[in-house]
């Protein structure tokens, strides 16, 4: 089944497609040409004169949740260089392209940037085997939110061990600090935190009950001078000088951030409870901001907010590899409601705004008006 929306709750297509009046829809959908940004705008992070980079090279896809309690308790990680499309239509400010990147693939799915969600539940061991053996530099996996021992931390400096290419390496992370959490390589860790090699690692608490709709978002801020420079163009690129110009939600800028299948829109339908897992996988803060929503902050670094301390809210601050989780109700009037980095100017593409680092809430019973229409023409979806 393709999933429909951000990656966690599941829609499937026919579901979708009746939501949004099925044949109308699609015939609204099918062929549409959306329109360009304004001016003749430079894509972000592509360059006309720059050389061609390897056509062979795969396109990655969008997370997965990948349950490993239902894998018993293993998981592959493969590491491999892919293209990236942060977003690939013309409309505000695109194309963006990113030409090389580093990704995570789970057993034989896609590779994805970001990595796939590897789910699983307290008091469970996960055995996580990172194959490089068809890798071109050396990695490693780092896990929060596990209390693990010293040689699984994944640091090569303070544990000696570093999967070269050509190696496997076999990780054994315990679930014992439920919540939501984040993983990444730890080898020259600025750099390839930055080329891609992040993701969630998220574990269940005993008895959990899930909500309505449950999704899964990670922001993150990019330099798109790394990923060129990696591929080989013209560009020159230092940490120490780090100037992020494309800004994501699951790896994707808006408007691809609301495309259906490509994108992370939350669907919801009026009443549901919805729950969502904010990751920042940057290295800049990020105040996101819910529209029209009052939620509350119920988790962080997968410790669990007592209820005394909640309040209701519409925006939280998330630093660098912080988690925060969300709670809310889908009260308002059936419509379709900005979710964005308060940044402002993260939420762009070059000059173009909006873009960047916005998605959206859509309900149901939103989707089969002129508007929705309107906006899958922006992100690119064809029906």
Known sequence: MVNIGAPGSEMSRREFLAATGATGASAAFAGCNAPTSAGGRTAVGTDAASPQTDSDLPTTSPP???????????????????????????????PIEFPQVWAFQADDRDPSVPGPILRTTEGEDMTVVLDNTDGQRPHTLH?????????????????????????????????????THVYHCHYQTHRHIDMGMYGIFRVDPEGYEPADREYFM?????????????????????????HPDVFTVNGKAAPRTLHPEDGSPMIVSQGDTVRVHYVNGGYMNHPLHVHNHRFQLVEKDGGTIPEAARHEMDITDIAPA??????????AEPGIYLMHCHKVNHVMNGTSYPGGMLTGIVYEEAMDTDIFASLMDYAGYEG
């Open 64 to 94: 997965e949740v990948v349950n490993v309690d239902e894998q018993g308790g293993s998981v592959t990680m493969k590491t491999l260089p892919a293209r990236h499309d942060v977003h690939p239509g013309e409309a505000m400010g695109g």
């Open 143 to 179: 896990f929060h939110g596990a209390q693990k021992t010293w040689e699984n931390d994944g640091v090569p400096t303070t544990t000696g061990i570093t999967v070269n290419p050509g190696e496997k390496h076999e990780y054994e992370i315990p679930a014992n600090v439920p919540g």
């Open 218 to 242: 990670t922001v993150k801020d990019w330099d798109s001078r790394l990923p060129r420079m990696m591929a080989g163009e013209d560009a020159d690129y230092s940490p120490r000088s780090r």
């Open 322 to 331: 912080e988690r925060h989780t969300i709670e809310f109700t889908a009260d």
